[in-house]
């Protein structure tokens, strides 16, 4: 067994050309274990084609990537043995019940703790007597994550776990996250929202028309992220004052107070402001879905 | 092998298998059950070769002329093949396009495996229908006054068989190899069909009657079964037909990207 000092994935130059400028490409990628790590990008960014490159359910054009240690290529049983996935898009077998089902891929899989797989359907409530084709889109979401951590894997992937999930049914996920994390285990997990993933990833990186725009953690995106600050003057300002200002980005009065959105220093904003008679300033909740919206439309900085 | 996934292919046809077998079973017992009063009545058909070959010998006046021309030339090995190309394409090419079997193959099972598991379940729908074909023709053809040996109704149910895993093995193949279920469908129906049309106008038209050879519908009934028994070149071929099918089915889907 390879060491346990290898990171969980390793992608290196990873790439997937489907022509027309669709697929990944030159992907390099490192998530170390225990991590909760997301992955994030708009709609044919290039998330899911990563996911099944890593699975071997399809193949690189160039590149190699290794999960927990082991060539993608080479040791894809041992790979899929030992990681748990739920693809985006999930569909099961219509036709079967959800316990059908997952004794099916219990079965496949081999190892799974009856307990656990118990343990999982009890918190997300799942129903596992009715054929899936009855069920609504979040409770079949709710199998498809059963069958994902019943196996108790050291590597989740998941292809927007908490899509069709109610709020109480993804406050359980989110929960479910945070022990396997504390356990040691690494979670790999896609979406098209920040909002989704904020409050349990670690890291994350952001995908755009299949090439890596960045990789960092929450805590340094958010330095870097549009501040705003409202203004109460004591009469009416002409919020154009601000906006000639270097690393301003908004600015728009509304009665006497000024919103002002800058990046960086927030000198060049208070001393304008102090031109006046300020009654008070309140800072805003910097706004990371700004900076996710700005990633998502072009690199920053053109 | 995958018994757990020849199980669950089972299960999914399991329904329609069961309707198709007390089907099958109604009609060869109807087929027996009229040939007393029209097959009688309508005798030997005189009519040109060519029509005659497309009926299965157009003699209506005999009962191995009988059900040879209502189920041995036409209406058995249809259904054979109807049910062996639909579940060989819908449980590769059809469960992939349907995205389950990305699900499934994200777990730790061999796509040869897996092949070979689907492949185990629809030779198991091919028998059941064929058992079901053969009791019904036993009682079809006791019904219809007698005549035609178990050896020989046994003969043609051994090569519906084989005939069945053929064709089925065609749609296996293609829709493995290619994960597009309607590709899988029309070529491997394409194929049935006409394979039946060639061997049936090849002693006709010199200049195709090779082709029939390239068919195998031709080694399926080329011998007539219900009349000379089985056929065992005939069944020699089909089986390494289909034993190179389900190979090239194995192999294609190994060697390419899941389409969904």
Request: glycine share 12%; aromatic share 6%; hydrophobic share 50%.
């Amino acid at each position: 067994m390879p060491a346990v000092s290898t990171p969980a994935i390793a992608a290196s130059g990873l790439s997937k050309d489907y022509g027309s400028g669709r697929g990944l490409f030159e992907l390099d990628l490192e998530i170390e274990r225990g991590e909760v790590f997301g992955f994030l990008g708009p709609n044919g960014a290039g998330k899911s084609t990563t996911m099944r490159l890593l699975l071997d359910l399809i193949r690189p054009t160039s590149g190699s990537a290794q999960v927990l240690g082991l060539d993608t290529g080479r040791n894809t049983l041992e790979i899929r043995r030992r990681v748990g996935f739920l693809p985006g898009d999930l569909a099961m077998y219509g036709k079967l019940t959800g316990r059908v089902v997952l004794d099916y891929l219990a079965g496949l899989r081999g190892g799974v703790d009856r307990r656990v797989r118990d343990s999982l359907v009890e918190r997300f409530d799942a129903d596992l007597d009715r054929p899936i084709r009855e069920l609504s889109t979040g409770n079949r979401q709710k199998l498809g994550l059963v069958q994902a951590f019943m196996h108790e894997p050291e590597l989740l992937i998941l292809d927007e776990p908490i899509a069709g999930l109610d709020p109480l049914v993804q406050q359980s996920f989110h929960a479910l996250l945070g022990e396997v994390s504390a356990q040691g285990h690494t979670v790999f997990l896609s979406s098209h929202t920040l909002s989704e993933v904020e409050r349990v990833t670690h890291r994350l990186a952001i995908l755009r028309e299949g090439r890596l725009v960045i990789v960092d953690s929450l805590e340094n995106l958010r330095k870097v992220a549009v501040q705003r600050l409202e203004i109460e003057f004591a009469a009416p300002v002409d919020a154009g004052e601000f906006r000639s200002l270097t690393g301003v980005t908004e600015a728009h009065a509304d009665g006497a107070t000024v919103i002002v959105g800058f990046e960086g220093a927030a000198d060049a904003v208070i001393k304008t402001a102090a031109r006046h008679d300020v009654r008070a300033i309140r800072p805003r909740e910097d706004d990371l879905e700004e900076i996710f919206l700005r990633y998502y439309r072009a690199e920053p900085g053109k | 092998m995958s018994w757990r996934t020849t199980g669950i292919a089972l299960r999914l046809r399991l329904p329609a298998t069961l309707f198709a077998c007390v089907g099958l079973i109604a009609v060869m017992i109807a087929v027996g059950a009229l040939f007393p009063a029209v097959g009688h009545s309508i005798g030997k058909l005189h009519v040109s070769a060519s029509v005659a070959n497309l009926l299965g010998g157009a003699d209506y006046g005999t009962i191995t002329g009988w059900f040879r021309s209502e189920i041995g030339i036409f209406y058995g090995p249809l259904v054979i093949g109807a049910l062996a190309i639909t579940g060989a394409a819908a449980t590769t090419a059809g469960e992939e396009e349907d995205r389950i079997l990305g699900l499934v193959l994200a777990h730790p099972i061999r796509r040869s495996r897996l092949v070979a598991a689907k492949a185990t379940a629809i030779a198991a729908i091919v028998v059941s229908i064929t058992f079901a074909i053969w009791i019904g023709l036993i009682v079809g053809v006791a019904v219809g006054g007698g005549g035609i040996t178990i050896a020989h109704i046994t003969a043609l149910a051994v090569q519906l068989a084989f005939f069945g895993f053929a064709t089925g093995a065609v749609a296996l193949a293609l829709g493995a190899g290619t994960g597009n279920k309607s590709l899988a469908l029309g070529v491997a129906a394409t194929v049935g069909i006409l394979g039946w049309l060639i061997n049936s106008l090849a002693p006709l038209v010199s200049a195709i009657s090779w082709l029939k050879y390239l068919a195998p519908y031709y080694y399926y009934a080329g011998r007539d079964p219900l009349t000379h028994g089985a056929d065992i070149l005939g069944l020699i071929v089909l089986s390494a037909l289909t034993l190179l099918l389900t190979a090239a089915a194995m192999i294609g889907i190994a060697r390419r990207d899941l389409r969904a």
